[in-house]
């Protein structure tokens, strides 16, 4: 039970953070563009452009993280026996996010390899 809590959480972050670029489109821009938001949002700079590059990224980890829990559901491993690592990776990927707005890289990709380490070690345990 504890993977499908996780994967929604992993499902809300990218959505959460295209929320949470707002304030800085208005503060840049004075208003956010809902005619053409992806060019709106590729002229952001500083924690705004961060903002958005944290989303991208979160999508991208989400693929990861939802393709090793089928893996895992495939082959029929009880949830339990993966749900630290996915505590972990939500953890991680969270505290990634954070770390990226904030511009602390290199703490940012510790977060980054404990999140893929984590979705790694869902595989393995369903591999192996």
Not at 45 to 59: D, E, F, L
Not at 90 to 97: D, K, T, Y
């Amino acid at each position: 039970m504890i993977m499908y809590y996780c994967l929604a959480i992993a499902m809300l972050l990218p959505i959460t953070l295209a929320l949470g670029a707002i304030p800085f489109r208005f503060k840049q821009f004075s208003a956010p563009n809902l005619n053409e938001p992806r060019a709106q949002a590729e002229q952001l700079s500083g924690a705004g452009a961060r903002m958005v590059a944290a989303q991208k990224n979160a999508w991208e980890a989400l693929i990861l993280f939802t393709v090793s829990l089928f893996i895992a559901n495939a082959n029929n491993i009880e949830s339990e026996q993966i749900a630290l690592a996915c505590i972990i990776f939500i953890i991680a990927r969270v505290s990634h996010a954070f770390l990226y707005v904030i511009g602390w890289g290199k703490l940012r990709f510790l977060a980054f390899l404990v999140a893929a380490g984590s979705v790694i070690s869902i595989v393995k345990t369903a591999i192996f």
